[in-house]
């Protein structure tokens, strides 16, 4: 069965193909490289042994699209395409609005021209918004902070009202709560371009020697050691999730919000602590103020993955860290 993968050498797109490709699904891959490089694919066949096809090209071009769907059989698509950023998308919500929902439209278009009905969505925890209590249900209403985070909520209730409107389409909308790691193999990982805004790829750029220390925004939160606490995935597990979710549409229809999360909260010294313990030494850091918008806590019910897709986590945060200080000294040739 052939899945295509839009923004599949991306960050989570990369690891999604390398589970997929091992759980036997054959893989397309169209990607804009506005965030990615080409060379990833040769990453994904060094890992898998196979070369997958990239089609360099945007999700909003309808004639990119028509290319990929009369050159292959597609069966289902994973749509990671998107920008990320949610300081970025508070500057520029036309072009986030322009590229999550006007991609996400122009995939629907292009899989109803093909009769393609079967569709896993990148959601995010960030559609739980500010106000409600953890962890957090799938049920629960939501709203969003940011532009980025309407445009989450836009392209779950458009996809929504796809699969309402048509009986032979199944959704499934995954919300990740916070990805980190890499591969083990240490050939794929998270680089953001510029300085990275998430924690993660922050610790680890100070681990390598890029930036004399982190900035812990706030020791006042509401949580046992003051520092805002997330549900940190393992970026492997939440690849798997992708494979469960797609055994899962073979045989429902409609559409279903699922968290991917651990189900477990770390705070950023936990994280750090335990970055430190793969290091093997301390890494310098000060105390900052609050970043705007942050929450105290954000964490997974899981209940309703492990139910409907037989899914759990299987990495913890020491392996998290591992993996991650793997991929950044690759990357960095360091030792
Ligand atoms: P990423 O930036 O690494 O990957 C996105 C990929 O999509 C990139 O390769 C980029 O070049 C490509 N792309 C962007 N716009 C495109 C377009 N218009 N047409 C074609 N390709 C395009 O990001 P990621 O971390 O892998 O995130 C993947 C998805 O998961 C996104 O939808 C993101 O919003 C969502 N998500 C990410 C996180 C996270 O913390 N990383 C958390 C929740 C949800
Ligand atoms: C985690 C914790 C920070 C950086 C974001 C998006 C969300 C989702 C995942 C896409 C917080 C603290 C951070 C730093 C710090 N993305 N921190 N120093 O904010 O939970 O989620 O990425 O959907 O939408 O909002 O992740 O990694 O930025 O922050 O102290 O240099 O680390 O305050 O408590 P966040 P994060």
């Not at 090209?57 to 050159?71: A, H, M, N, W, Y």
């Not at 990671?80 to 300081?87: R, T």
């Amino acid at each position: 069965m052939k899945v295509l993968v839009t923004g599949g050498i991306g960050y989570i797109g990369s690891h999604t193909c390398v589970e997929l490709i091992e759980a036997g699904y054959d893989v397309v891959v169209l990607d804009n490289l506005s965030n990615s490089h080409p060379a990833i694919i040769d990453a994904i066949e060094k890992i898998t042994s196979k070369r997958i096809p990239l089609y360099v090209g945007d999700v909003r071009d309808s004639d990119v699209l028509d290319k990929v769907f009369t050159e292959n059989e597609i069966d289902s698509v994973i749509h990671f395409a998107a920008l990320k950023c949610v300081p970025e998308s508070v500057r520029m919500p036309v072009e986030y609005y322009d590229c999550n929902v006007g991609g996400t439209i122009s995939i629907i278009k292009a899989m109803k021209k093909y009769g393609v009905t079967k569709f896993v969505f990148s959601s995010s925890a960030t559609v739980y918004g500010a106000d409600n209590p953890v962890p957090f249900k799938e049920d629960f209403p939501l709203s969003a902070t940011s532009p980025y985070g309407m445009t989450k909520v836009a392209m779950e209730r458009i996809l929504t009202d796809t699969a309402n409107a048509d009986e032979n389409w199944s959704v499934a909308l995954l919300r990740y709560f916070n990805p980190i790691g890499a591969h083990k193999s240490g050939l794929i990982g998270d680089n953001p371009q510029g300085i990275p805004n998430n924690l993660f790829p922050y610790i680890a750029r100070v681990a390598a020697g890029i930036y004399p220390e982190l900035s812990v925004f706030g020791n006042d939160y509401n949580t046992p050691d003051g520092t805002g606490v997330r549900d940190y995935i393992h970026v492997v597990d939440l690849a798997r999730g992708h494979v469960a979710a797609l055994d899962y549409l073979e045989t429902h229809k409609g559409a279903e919000a699922i968290n991917l999360g651990a189900g477990h909260g770390y705070s950023v010294l936990e994280v750090l602590h335990a970055f430190e313990k793969a290091v093997g030494h301390k890494l310098p850091f000060k105390f900052m103020p609050r970043r705007a918008g942050d929450i105290d806590e954000m964490c997974a019910h899981t209940e309703k993955a492990e139910k409907l897709l037989s899914y759990k986590t299987k990495y913890g945060i020491d392996e998290m860290c591992e993996d991650g200080w793997r991929y950044t000294k690759k990357f960095y040739g360091i030792e």
